[in-house]
């Protein structure tokens, strides 16, 4: 029987939603979910962070200094909330995977880089757990996008050697990992454009409301192809992978320079955008690994049912929850930190080169100790 080390993994995505944890139980061939906390963020972080990661944004280095040291701290109560739902104390957990809050992903300009958030000294200092952060920048460092890095972890988990799969992570920005039947085969990774930011940016903006539950707003409008048209023009869509892209490039400012939205009724963008969040996913497939069986969906973007039918209308093969297969959708992507954490602490490579495009497999992240002392 393998060795059993429990870890926390911590994922605030794009969507600005709030903070996923997710305590688990890690041996060589198996992922178990011991407990799950998620912690909203209030309306005034989730401005902020808007702000902060808004195109081109004006930011004084004060306001983002404090927003590092105040996303450290609300990492830290979420894994100290999982730590009192279960009776364990700190030094149970063996560490911490924390992703950040991602304000600005560059993978591709003259100086590439990639910024997270939240910051890992304030959550090791007080959790006083070892704490693994900063996973893209090594990767970068060594060539490649720095994302997406959860493929690895698919491939540990998703796997089956009779059929290809694809698994679509649809969070602010929508994700597809292609697991090939033959594991000779590479697998292939990226980030296929928009998935639920401009759903939640365009109801909020028309609306007030954070997010379109259960997609019914859209399901009030129609597609309209004309539009559809003009979006799909943009050369993201088209490029071929490794990519990977962030918000501070899918924004109101994105679509506003696309099109006139004043020609359209309100609603009718909101099911526009669902429509092509799920061609752009299905369009992927279909030209990257057109042999996919199965597609295994995660991601908050399965509990909107307008975007899920026009993804099960559209796809070229079955469409499944990744419930199906033994992990919540809403805990696949925190679970994957804490996975990642246990390459890094094993001194593991977490970074997949097909898929990120790096030089070579490296170790991920830098490790903050806990601080006890252990002699
Ligand atoms: N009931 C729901 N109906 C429609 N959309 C939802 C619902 N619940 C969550 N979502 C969408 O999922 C998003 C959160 O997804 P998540 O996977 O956490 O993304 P990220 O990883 O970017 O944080 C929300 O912002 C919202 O757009
Ligand atoms: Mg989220």
């Not at 491939?155 to 694809?166: G, L, M, S």
């Amino acid at each position: 029987m393998s060795f059993s080390e429990l870890y926390i993994g911590l994922m605030s995505g794009t969507s600005l939603d709030g903070i996923d944890a997710a305590l688990v139980n890690l041996t060589d061939d198996c992922v178990e979910l011991v407990a799950f906390e998620y912690l909203p963020f209030s309306l005034e972080i989730q401005q902020k962070l808007q702000q902060l990661s808004a195109p081109n944004a004006a930011i004084f280095l004060q306001e983002y200094g404090e927003m590092d040291a105040r996303l450290g701290c609300l990492f830290a109560s979420a894994v100290k909330n999982l730590l009192r739902k279960k009776n364990l104390s700190a030094n149970a957990i063996t560490a911490i995977g924390s992703h950040g809050q991602t304000v600005y992903h560059s993978p591709l300009g003259r100086f590439p880089f990639s910024l997270q958030i939240g910051d890992p000294n304030c959550i090791a200092e007080q959790t006083g757990i070892t704490t693994v952060a900063d996973f893209r920048r090594r990767d970068i460092a060594a060539g490649g996008q720095g994302a997406p890095l959860v493929p690895a972890f698919h491939q540990a988990v998703f796997h089956c050697e009779n059929e290809t799969r694809c698994i679509v992570n649809i969070g602010g920005i929508a994700n597809i990992t292609v697991l090939p039947a033959n594991e000779n085969n590479a697998v292939i990774g990226f980030d296929t454009g928009t998935g639920n930011v401009l759903l939640n940016q365009w109801i909020q903006k028309n609306l007030g409301k954070n997010y379109d539950a259960n997609g019914a707003w859209a399901n009030t409008g129609k597609v309209d192809f004309s539009l559809i048209e003009c979006l799909k023009k943009e050369p993201y869509f088209h490029a071929l992978p490794p990519k990977s892209t962030g918000v501070d490039y899918f924004s109101l400012a994105w679509l506003e320079t696309h099109c006139d939205l004043k020609k359209y009724l309100p609603e009718d963008v909101q099911a526009s955008l669902c429509y092509l969040t799920a061609m752009t996913i299905c369009d992927a497939i279909v030209k990257i690994a057109p042999e996919t069986a199965r597609i295994l969906v995660c991601g908050g973007g399965v509990h909107n049912a307008y975007l899920m039918n026009l993804l099960v209308e559209n796809a070229p093969c079955v469409v499944q929850s990744t419930a199906d297969f033994g992990l919540h959708p809403d805990h696949v992507e925190a679970i994957a930190f804490a996975w990642l954490a246990k390459q890094t602490i094993h001194q593991k490579a977490g970074n997949l080169q097909a898929v990120t495009g790096a030089n070579r497999s490296v170790i991920l992240g830098g490790i903050y100790n806990s601080g006890c002392n252990s002699g």
